[in-house]
């Protein structure tokens, strides 16, 4: 049994774009409360769905990842998110929820390349991803006919279904591939337990669909050095930012973030701040426009401050982001922030990056 930290083993690169991500405020997508099912547009030689995604590709603000797992939650849920309740209700116990769960979906899917399978106005789809409710619609237990779908269609699919049984679920980036993880640290049979860096630690474990037999908790060998991003679905909280950047012993610091929560209702946002690790004071972040602020009051010179916002839906689920800290009397170039240098090295590295990427090969299937 290995217990691995994601941020050990990312690259330099990936590092850098995850910090471009948060400086430039790229958010994912959100529950649109649009109508199901989707229709499909051409636009620019490739094809968006009715709440704008692209269904042909993954990155980009409007790629299908993880956007499209937002379709199928929220004031979006269908039948993928009943299949989930369901297990919910049958199994007390989440171990065995989760086991019956991956079965399910290994019972009800078969692997299938999308360039075989699918076709939109008579034309093959070299890549394409179907919701969790396609999906699901697409199996039928009368009459034994199963979904064909390749690994990206079975994550979202399960995403949907174990969210609505009560786990927290993040979608997995990998090379070629899309999996998924779910939190659930007192499994006792994964390879490996994921930290992604979410302030809980390792508990989170694999979950690999496109292989018949493949078991829970178990990590394919090309995907156990990290090098992955992974995307926790059920509280989303981003665009976490705070100003001044360095602040000195005279400033207030302003803290913003951007919030959506699974269940398409916020209860309550609330800040958490400690200064020199002692215990952590309570501030309630209010909305102000599209994001949640709250005020950190000024502190001496020197002083080294830690923060972290708790999000609560209506339905009591909570999470947390994970720990931001900034020291009082930090350093700052005046007319040229230091952060600014931060982002143009970062910026220079995104772009050589994204000049040099190529659509995604075809994934393949998992087997152990």
Same mark, same amino acid.
Request: glycine residues 8%; hydrophobic residues 40%; contains cysteine.
């Given at each position: 049994?290995?217990?691995?930290?994601?941020?050990?083993?990312?690259?330099?690169?990936?590092?850098?774009?995850?910090?471009?991500?948060?400086?430039? =405020?790229? #958010?994912?997508? /959100?529950?649109?409360?649009?109508?199901?099912?989707?229709?499909?547009?051409?636009?620019?030689?490739?094809?968006?769905?009715? +709440?704008?995604?692209?269904?042909?590709?993954? @990155?980009?603000?409007?790629?299908?990842?993880?956007?499209?797992?937002?379709?199928?939650?929220?004031?979006?849920?269908?039948?993928?998110?009943? !299949? @989930?309740?369901? /297990?919910?209700?049958?199994?007390?116990?989440?171990?065995? %929820?989760?086991?019956?769960?991956?079965?399910? #979906?290994?019972?009800?899917?078969?692997?299938?390349?999308?360039?075989?399978?699918?076709? !939109?106005?008579?034309?093959?789809?070299?890549? +394409?991803?179907?919701?969790?409710?396609?999906?699901?619609?697409?199996?039928?237990?009368?009459?034994?006919?199963?979904?064909?779908?390749?690994?990206?269609?079975?994550?979202?699919?399960?995403?949907?279904?174990?969210?609505?049984?009560?786990?927290?679920?993040?979608?997995?980036?990998?090379?070629?591939?899309?999996?998924?993880?779910?939190?659930?640290?007192?499994?006792?049979?994964?390879?490996?337990?994921?930290?992604?860096?979410?302030? %809980?630690?390792? @508990? +989170?474990?694999?979950?690999?669909?496109?292989?018949?037999?493949?078991?829970?908790? +178990?990590?394919?060998?090309?995907?156990?050095? @990290?090098?992955?991003?992974?995307?926790?679905?059920?509280?989303?909280?981003?665009? #976490?930012?705070?100003?001044?950047?360095?602040?000195?012993?005279?400033?207030?610091?302003?803290?913003?973030?951007?919030?959506?929560?699974?269940?398409?209702? #916020? =209860?309550?946002?609330?800040?958490?701040?400690?200064?020199?690790?002692?215990?952590?004071?309570?501030?309630?972040?209010?909305?102000?426009?599209?994001?949640?602020?709250?005020?950190?009051?000024?502190?001496?010179?020197?002083?080294?401050?830690?923060?972290?916002?708790?999000?609560?839906?209506?339905?009591?689920?909570?999470?947390?982001?994970?720990?931001?800290?900034?020291?009082?009397?930090?350093?700052?170039?005046?007319? /040229?922030?230091?952060?600014?240098?931060?982002?143009?090295?970062?910026?220079?590295?995104?772009?050589?990056?994204?000049?040099? %990427?190529?659509?995604?090969?075809?994934? %393949?299937?998992?087997?152990?």
């Amino acid at each position: 049994m290995k217990r691995m930290s994601l941020l050990s083993r990312r690259s330099l690169l990936a590092a850098a774009i995850l910090l471009l991500a948060v400086f430039s =405020s790229r #958010v994912s997508g /959100f529950p649109s409360g649009l109508s199901y099912p989707a229709t499909f547009t051409l636009k620019h030689g490739e094809w968006y769905d009715s +709440w704008g995604f692209n269904r042909n590709y993954y @990155g980009d603000e409007d790629g299908y990842m993880p956007n499209i797992a937002y379709e199928t939650l929220g004031t979006n849920r269908e039948l993928a998110y009943n !299949i @989930g309740e369901s /297990f919910k209700t049958s199994y007390s116990s989440d171990v065995q %929820r989760a086991v019956a769960i991956l079965k399910y #979906v290994q019972r009800w899917t078969s692997y299938g390349y999308d360039e075989d399978n699918v076709f !939109i106005d008579g034309e093959s789809q070299i890549e +394409w991803a179907w919701n969790a409710d396609e999906m699901a619609h697409m199996f039928n237990e009368t009459t034994n006919t199963v979904a064909v779908g390749d690994c990206e269609d079975m994550a979202f699919l399960c995403a949907t279904i174990y969210i609505a049984a009560g786990f927290d679920v993040a979608l997995v980036l990998a090379p070629e591939h899309v999996a998924l993880l779910i939190w659930l640290p007192e499994y006792a049979n994964a390879n490996y337990y994921w930290d992604i860096l979410d302030g %809980r630690g390792e @508990g +989170w474990i694999w979950v690999e669909a496109t292989g018949a037999n493949n078991p829970l908790g +178990w990590t394919p060998p090309d995907f156990n050095d @990290g090098d992955w991003t992974a995307y926790p679905l059920n509280s989303i909280i981003s665009k #976490v930012n705070y100003v001044p950047r360095a602040p000195q012993a005279e400033d207030d610091v302003t803290v913003t973030a951007s919030i959506a929560t699974e269940s398409g209702q #916020v =209860s309550q946002v609330i800040l958490k701040y400690s200064t020199n690790g002692d215990i952590y004071r309570i501030l309630p972040m209010a909305l102000e426009g599209s994001l949640y602020k709250a005020t950190i009051p000024k502190q001496p010179t020197g002083t080294l401050v830690e923060f972290l916002i708790s999000v609560t839906d209506t339905e009591g689920n909570v999470s947390e982001s994970g720990k931001f800290s900034y020291t009082v009397g930090g350093l700052e170039i005046p007319g /040229f922030p230091f952060e600014s240098i931060i982002i143009g090295l970062i910026t220079g590295l995104a772009v050589l990056y994204f000049l040099a %990427r190529k659509r995604p090969a075809l994934p %393949r299937p998992m087997h152990p």
